[in-house]
């Protein structure tokens, strides 16, 4: 057992953290004391510190912690607990602070039902030293003022999810490919604004930067599904694009965009604006190019929120002019294409915005892996950027993209559900780590890519535990056995399985040639089984 002692009770959110951590992983009890001297562990926050920054010292008896502001203790408290050994902890003397100062993820808006769950994924991007959280509102949360937005958001959600091929098959049904409809989101409904304030309130006790989506213009389904007379296609099945020039949009926009804030309290909001695939189309908007709408309806956003000291993000992919390496096409540029059914779409360009929107809009690239030139063109314009849908274990160059001033950071994105399980089966586990290890940058060398991908498993089974709640199926109390998660029918009681029916892929395929004939396992929920295969993980992780 230790003994703790904090400085100000504004970081008792990282000491709770803390406390849990070291039960779960290390099964040791850490107890709090308000005696500085008698505490094992005693921190305190150090203004001094480069932002963010933290300091740990010891002699193998007494510890010290030392972070600038609620971040930097959160930082220092979990940096410990890589530490402890067979004997506690040793001697150390650690400094580390952020190499970038925006080091975020991207998530939906949970269900109603996985708001602590939802608080387990804030604790582990707390571990992981994320700082900034964007979530995605759109229809997800309450509207007090406007009811039918969220009506119309779980009715669009069913007919979408109820629609041949599912939401896939509704994007790919038009002469484009239309916006994706994220019915992910609020788990298909919404969410009360109580739950959503006590979200945003718990990711801010770690000192996080909490950064609402809601996007006008594409990906507007929530507008649209409940006033579809203010789309710029209205002839379309649930129209993903609104008109830049439908004054009541903007009306209802606003008036959203103003609970937002309330429940939110944000410095910045994103306003979306990726995959822009409808525009000009209307009899007021055709008589303007796609540069002069663009830019318009930016400048609107712009003005609404920056008279609130509220500073704009946005996917910059069309007001980018640089060349996709791999199709040799711009995505601002005239997209003028044939489906296979031969029906064709125009999209006009709309590059030349970028000359005509305030410089203190921040871009979401995330066209940097399909050029080495974006950064360059947002550094020539004179913005800021950071790099949107960051993944950070396949990109290279690192050192030659952060060259240009202009980038700020990156954040990576989920596109899923927020739990254990589903952010484990699409690999987002992963990337979370990888991303916040490249972004804090503390001596981080991509040449060493490997290790850092053996450490990355090494610690994968504690993030699970971390975000379940409880120690994982994959390791017993004796440490002597490991398990394996494959989404299966669940049957009751024990559960057997082929060792040749594991997934051809990847690690699976591997591990299939080296099992036992039989698996025997256990259900874990609805959708996973856990399996003993004994030491043979042990060798594949």
């Not at 980038?407 to 899923?416: H, L, R």
């Amino acid at each position: 057992m230790y003994t703790l002692y904090m400085e100000t009770r504004e970081d008792s959110q990282a000491a709770a953290l803390f406390k849990r951590l070291m039960d779960l992983w290390n099964h040791t009890e850490i107890e709090m004391t308000g005696d500085m001297d008698a505490a094992d562990i005693a921190v305190f926050r150090g203004p001094d510190l480069a932002p963010e920054g933290f300091r740990i010292t010891g002699d193998g008896n007494k510890i010290k912690i030392t972070g600038n502001g609620r971040s930097g203790v959160v930082y220092g408290l979990t940096s410990l607990i890589k530490y402890y050994g067979p004997g506690g902890f040793g001697a150390i003397d650690v400094s580390e602070a952020p190499r970038l100062p925006f080091r975020g993820v991207q998530l939906y808006m949970p269900p109603k039902g996985n708001i602590e769950g939802f608080k387990r994924v804030i604790d582990m991007l707390a571990y992981l030293k994320h700082n900034t959280l964007i979530l995605e509102v759109g229809g997800g949360m309450e509207y007090k003022r406007h009811p039918e937005i969220n009506q119309n958001w779980e009715r669009l959600c069913k007919s979408i999810n109820a629609f041949p091929g599912g939401p896939a098959g509704f994007t790919g049904s038009d002469c484009y490919h239309k916006d994706s409809v994220h019915t992910e989101l609020g788990g298909g409904s919404f969410v009360p604004q109580e739950d959503v304030k006590t979200l945003v309130d718990y990711a801010k006790g770690y000192g996080m930067d909490v950064v609402p989506e809601l996007q006008m213009l594409s990906h507007a389904y929530y507008i649209t599904a409940a006033y579809p007379e203010y789309a710029e296609r209205r002839e379309d099945f649930f129209p993903d694009t609104t008109c830049p020039h439908n004054e009541d949009a903007y009306k209802l926009y606003f008036e959203l965009a103003e609970e937002v804030i309330d429940v939110f309290k944000p410095n910045t909001v994103s306003i979306g604006h990726d995959e822009i695939r409808v525009l000009g189309l209307c009899d007021t908007c055709k008589n303007y190019n796609g540069h002069e709408l663009l830019a318009y309806e930016v400048n609107r956003l712009h003005d609404f929120y920056s008279k609130k000291n509220i500073r704009i993000a946005m996917w910059c992919e069309k007001m980018q002019s640089v060349k996709n390496y791999f199709t040799g096409r711009t995505s601002g540029g005239v997209s003028d294409r044939v489906n296979e059914y031969g029906r064709r779409w125009v999209i006009p360009a709309t590059s030349d915005a970028i000359k005509n929107i305030p410089k203190d809009v921040l871009f979401l690239d995330w066209l940097y892996g399909w050029s080495w030139d974006s950064q360059a063109e947002t550094q020539a314009n004179g913005f800021k950027q950071i790099f949107g849908n960051f993944h950070g274990e396949i990109t290279r160059g690192w050192e030659r993209r952060l060259s240009s001033p202009c980038v700020i950071g990156g954040e990576t994105s989920s596109w899923c559900l927020s739990d254990e399980f589903t952010l484990g089966r699409d690999g987002i586990i992963g990337d979370f780590w990888y991303s916040a290890l490249m972004l804090w940058g503390a001596g981080f060398d991509e040449n060493d890519h490997e290790c850092y991908m053996t450490k990355m498993r090494e610690e994968m089974p504690m993030l699970r535990e971390l975000l379940t709640g409880g120690r994982a199926a994959s390791v017993s109390a004796a440490g002597q056995k490991a398990a394996i998660v494959y989404g299966g029918s669940e049957k009751p009681g024990a559960y057997t399985l082929p060792a040749a029916a594991l997934p051809e892929r990847g690690v699976w395929k591997n591990l299939s040639k080296q099992c036992p004939v039989e698996i025997h396992g256990s259900p874990a929920g609805e959708s996973a089984v856990y399996f003993d295969v004994g030491a043979t993980v042990k060798k594949l992780f």
